[in-house]
């Protein structure tokens, strides 16, 4: 059974252990971390940067997500003109050791339900083009390329993809 819980700060679930989670996947996505940041200190400090950049914007909007019990994620975003965006995430496995979880379809159901509770008609989330999981998600998600809009921040290329 999955359910949410909205955040409104570290102590609201378990960071390092989701950021342990996270670790291992992001590191494998090119140029995630930003120069200078390689050790387990410095990407612990880069994230926690974002999430209080991301707490500290208007209108944030962040949760956590339980299946059976078990936190397994945690997703922080903002809404604006009605959409839910998700801007970053931390994520791990369930009890069963798998994240087969992001498969089913009350995943995705949590996070449109958590999203209307916040007032968001749409929903959309955040990826880089060389990204290793942007084709599993177009999938997961059923997005197409007219789903994709593409936009510099600070002189990199990011993609929002629409979620529904």
Do not use: C
């Amino acid at each position: 059974m999955m359910a949410w819980a909205k955040l409104t700060g570290l102590d609201d679930f378990d960071f390092d252990g989701l950021l342990a989670g996270t670790t291992p996947v992001v590191d494998m996505e090119p140029g995630f971390w930003p120069a200078g940041v390689e050790t387990d200190a410095d990407k612990r400090a880069h994230v926690l940067g974002i999430l209080n950049s991301v707490w500290a914007t208007h209108g944030t909007a962040s949760f956590k997500v339980d299946v059976d019990g078990v936190t397994v994620a945690a997703l922080f975003g903002f809404i604006r003109d009605g959409q839910y965006i998700v801007t970053y995430a931390l994520m791990r496995d369930d009890a069963n050791g798998s994240r087969s979880y992001i498969h089913d379809p009350a995943w995705f159901q949590t996070i449109k339900d958590f999203a209307a509770s916040e007032g968001a008609t749409s929903g959309g989330m955040y990826f880089f083009p060389e990204s290793l999981t942007l084709p599993s998600a177009k999938i997961i998600y059923g997005a197409t390329e007219d789903d994709l809009t593409y936009f510099d921040v600070g002189g990199k290329t990011v993609i929002l993809m629409k979620l529904w």
